[in-house]
């Protein structure tokens, strides 16, 4: 007997079965998902790209896996719609905020993934990347190589894709990779109070 929706849910919250788990939450909603995306953007929106979020299908509906909360009432699948309206409502807001920059669009994708920047110098990216590069964990130059560097032209690679390459699950992938963009965050507040 296939586990209920909630069953999977708490799996995943309880990191039991995880990688399983959302994989099947993941086959049973994507149609959701992708319907809410369809009907809020348009196919040529200049704000939201909607490539790169039906790229990051796993990532939100494993985030909406950990939000879920069964008291109050909702199935999954309409928390999950309610999650992705507002994954599109805020990717339409911060691309809105963000200025118009010249540089190449997969510097800009990786900059997405950093809070509060608005414009930085190419020093400033260069010394970035060369904090990904030195990393003692190899797999993190890789992961952020493979996502941004080399991406899908220029979209940013699928987690899925990813994973292969680092011998990680989708979530390894994911934890890493934000527990490196928290460092760099880190390191560069540092330095700008040291100046």
Aim: glycine content about 4%.
């Amino acid at each position: 007997m296939q586990p209920n929706d909630l069953e999977l849910v708490i799996n995943i919250q309880k990191h039991q079965h995880v990688e399983s788990s959302l994989k099947e939450l993941v086959n049973r909603h994507s149609g959701i998902y992708y319907d809410v995306i369809n009907k809020l953007v348009p196919a040529q929106s200049t704000y939201c790209d909607k490539d790169e979020l039906f790229s990051d299908r796993e990532f939100n509906i494993y985030n909406a896996a950990l939000k879920f909360d069964s008291t109050r009432g909702a199935k999954f699948s309409t928390f999950l719609g309610n999650e992705t309206r507002w994954v599109c409502l805020n990717a339409y807001n911060a691309a809105r905020k963000k200025p118009v920059d010249p540089r190449d669009p997969q510097d800009l994708d990786f900059l997405d993934k950093i809070d509060n920047c608005d414009i930085i110098d190419q020093t400033l990216l260069n010394e970035i990347y060369s904090m990904v590069e030195k990393h003692p964990d190899s797999r993190v130059g890789t992961i952020f190589r493979l996502r941004y560097k080399e991406g899908l032209g220029n979209k940013v690679l699928p987690w899925k894709d990813v994973a292969p390459h680092v011998q990680l699950s989708i979530q390894g992938c994911i934890n890493v990779h934000n527990a490196v963009i928290k460092d760099i965050k880190r390191k560069l507040k540092q330095e700008l109070i040291n100046e």
